[in-house]
């Protein structure tokens, strides 16, 4: 057998993960994921050559959700030696716009900017450290959601804040890029005219945003400096007006607690006070539950028509993500809310539904480090 690369990513929920052979990135030999992280009953399911099997953990976080699938692994490719493992590592900061092998002094710089995500990077990082522990002998590679963004003009990054803070790092990095790159990758195989479009991607999962890409290069985003900006998501907020924040710190709120707020207790589950799962929602009668899917619906059609401005113009929408790929209710609801735009050449908007594949875009980058 060739040497085996491997795929972690570790999103706020779930932890995905794909094994493949080095020469071919796009065959996964194995693969699966571990859903609903932090919560009572998480669920590991793996897809193998025999099939797929399912099993519930009990209540874990990321760094048993790890042990799970590094278990898996050695279960059904026993002796496999892997020979690099990728991580889908959300934030690069203004210093990483590409894939990197990780070193001491690599890892140093991602644990100094830990802080900027704070729902993602410990996961991202968590996962770094105990690959290194079980396969020491691979190399371990960090690919960046933000790298994608990374080339946006100005005009599109910048906050309407004093220079200097830009110059600080204080600017709208945009996230899912992997996704973003998978979605462009899998367009192109099919021979779609990827760079005469202006295709709007709408990541739609735990985590939600829209891209605007252009000339098959991103040129802006709804999400900015943290994945807390643009769309209503599982349980962050997205768009909210800072005065808000600065109200609840004069009602006596510090910074821990807002933080808990914002991402953990906003979103779905702060408006219908029921779940953050778009399938627990759908199967509700509570009107409270049907309040929260139209605002969620109402802020992607709002978002999708920014980039629309931003790119004078929209021919495609690609569906992708958790709620994306799997609620045809959700991408119903936006296409008919999007139903007044023209167009390519008057003809309608194209709304495709795709894979998101960001483990696929890590085994990629893997590989080629290992070139």
């Known amino acids: 057998m060739a040497d085996l690369i491997l795929a972690l990513n570790a999103g706020s929920s779930s932890l995905k993960f794909e094994l493949a052979e080095a020469p071919s990135p796009d065959t996964a030999i194995l693969s699966g994921r ?24 009990p209540p874990s976080d990321h760094h048993a959700a790890l042990a799970a699938v590094t278990a898996a692994v050695a279960h059904h490719v026993p002796g496999a030696r892997i020979a690099g493992v990728g991580h889908r590592i959300v934030h690069g900061g203004t ?4 894939p990197v092998i990780v070193t001491n002094a690599i890892l140093a710089e991602l644990e100094a900017i830990r802080a900027l995500a704070p729902l993602h990077q410990p996961a991202g990082l968590a996962g770094i450290s105990a690959a290194t522990a079980a396969a020491p002998s691979a190399i371990q590679v960090a690919c960046f959601d933000t790298g994608f963004h990374a080339g946006q003009p100005r005009l599109h990054d910048a906050y309407a804040l004093p220079r200097s803070l830009y110059d ?16 462009l990758r899998a367009l192109g195989a099919e021979g779609y005219p990827v760079a005469d479009r202006r295709i709007a991607i709408a990541h739609l999962g735990s985590g939600c945003s829209v891209t605007a890409v252009a000339g098959g290069q991103s040129l802006a985003t709804s999400m900015g400096f943290s994945t807390l900006d643009g769309l209503t998501m599982g349980t962050r907020p997205g768009h909210l007006d800072p005065g808000v924040l600065l109200h609840l710190m004069r009602q006596g709120h510090d910074a821990d607690s807002l933080e808990r707020l914002l991402y953990k207790q906003s979103g779905l589950l702060g408006l219908s006070g029921l779940s953050n799962d778009m399938r627990d929602l759908r199967n509700s009668d509570a009107p409270e539950a049907a309040e929260a899917i139209a605002h969620f619906t109402a802020r992607i059609v709002e978002e999708i028509c ?10 495609t929408v690609v569906f992708c993500g958790g709620i994306g790929e799997n609620d045809p209710e959700t991408r119903a609801d936006i296409a008919a809310g999007l139903a007044f735009l023209p167009g390519h050449a008057g003809q309608g908007v194209d709304f495709l539904t795709r894979e998101t594949k960001e483990e696929r875009e890590v085994l990629h980058a893997v590989a080629a480090c290992l070139k």
């Not at 600080?168 to 979605?183: D, N, P, Q, V």
């Not at 920014?306 to 021919?315: N, S």
Request: charge should be negative.
């Open 168 to 183: 600080e790092g204080i600017r709208r990095y945009g996230f899912h890029g992997l996704s973003c790159s998978s979605i």
């Open 34 to 57: 571990v859903e609903r992280i932090g919560e009572d009953v998480p669920r590991l399911t793996i897809d193998a050559p025999s099939g797929r099997t399912s099993e519930d953990l």
């Open 306 to 315: 920014r980039m629309a401005g931003a790119m004078g113009g929209l021919d």
């Open 95 to 98: 210093r990483f716009d590409a």
